[in-house]
């Protein structure tokens, strides 16, 4: 029976009020800081190689076979524009991300994407900690990827061997553990690590493996990392945040990896943004980024624990 | 039978885990912004009862389970089996102690139970949730206790035991939350 209540929406309320102050006071922050809002198209030629991101497609006309991306991230149209001069800027912007769905995650989510010309991540996660005070949150603890895993299960991430890796996976529950090293350290880190870590605070996990660079710089040291940090609330994935990488030839290099991963997953190979890596080409400043998940920060400041009652009208099932 | 992909699972869902028919009692998704994706997936055994949690890479498929669940009367105990019949085909079947270790001390016959078939054998039977049995065994009630609380135990025609205020006679027809397995109150037939 569909029941006569379908048409509300699914957030309170007083969350959607929530919603509107915790926007205006993003907003204000970035002003005090002269970081200026972008809007930039939702709607691009070219999606994303990254094999653990799948982007939505639709097409100018019904008889069009050229497709369009909706944007997982606004990150290279936003990359375009401070090659182009623009100076630190902000965005705050609906993203699409198929296959994505349960209690924290929604196929179209709010997100909060920052760039700062000449911070390098260490200063990036100081402004995100002082983002988080002004809505009433704490300033994060910050451990690093290696040491999260050193102090919870006593594994060096960087080091161990993937054999090793499969069977403590296979202990904690994911018998089919492929030897897909960073399919093997996600679940490691989802199921006992960030489970096991003191979050009575914000926490940020940063100095990530190479294999989950995506687009952020590597530091040369031993092992090599790569220099980019993510933000934990409660367990929940907040943020993600890197020192950018500038160096066009290596990113398009990432990027034709990634086409022969997905390739090989038998993964639609949607075509490399061109503009973007002209961009880079051309000369994309020093800086860091980070993209703030809206709904999430509001499920914390609205103490939920389901990213449909702070979504202000979901999907729901046809 | 077929197969269900990660992305098919819902709670109810019935799938078979290491040869046994399990229902799915909880799914969540869990992914990192830029990783690998799983199902951390709870589930009841439907055999043996137990709750298990068991992760899935998103994508992979897990075989389904032929488990349906039945209105089906209870005829009689043969010794051995119980039989319970289809009241729309007539077709019967029969559950072993197993399947009825719950409910067979709340049914003496004629009830409509749930039933949930695995490949047609019956897996578990579900008595009703309320039962009207007589008394068959109980020690008199003690003078002036009636207004006091307490309570004793009695036997009913089924076998159960139950344990019912002080003022309950033999012979009296009780209604029985079997959920519970508690009195709720005296029937009339």
Redesign the interface.
Known sequence: MASDNSWQPSASLKVINKRASLLKQIRAFMDTREIIEVDTPILSHFGISDPYIQSMTTSITAESDAKLYLQTSPEFCMKRLLAAGSGSIYQIAHVFRNEELGKRHNIEFSMLEWYRTDFDYFQLMAEVGELLIDIGLEIPDKITYADAFEQTIKIDPHTVATSELQTLCKQHGWEGASDDRHALLDFLFSETVIKNLNQSKPLFIYDYPECMSALATLKRNEPIVSERFELFIAGMEIANGFNELIDADEQVHRFEKELVTRRNKGLTEPPIDKEFVAALRSGLPECSGVAVGIDRLLMVLSEKDDINEVSTFTLGSN | MATYST?EFKSGLKIMIENDPCSIIEN???????????N?VKMRNLKTGRVL??????G?SVEGADVIDLDLQYLYNDGEMWHFMNKDSYEQCEADANAVSDAKQWIKGEEMCLVTLWNDVPLSVAAPNFVVLEVTDTDPGLKGDTAQGGSKPATLETGAIVKVPLFVENGDLLKIDTRTGEYVSRAKE
């Open positions: 992305n969540e998704f869990v992914k990192p912004g830029k990783g690998q994706a799983f951390r949690e068991k992760t899935y890479k998103s992979e």
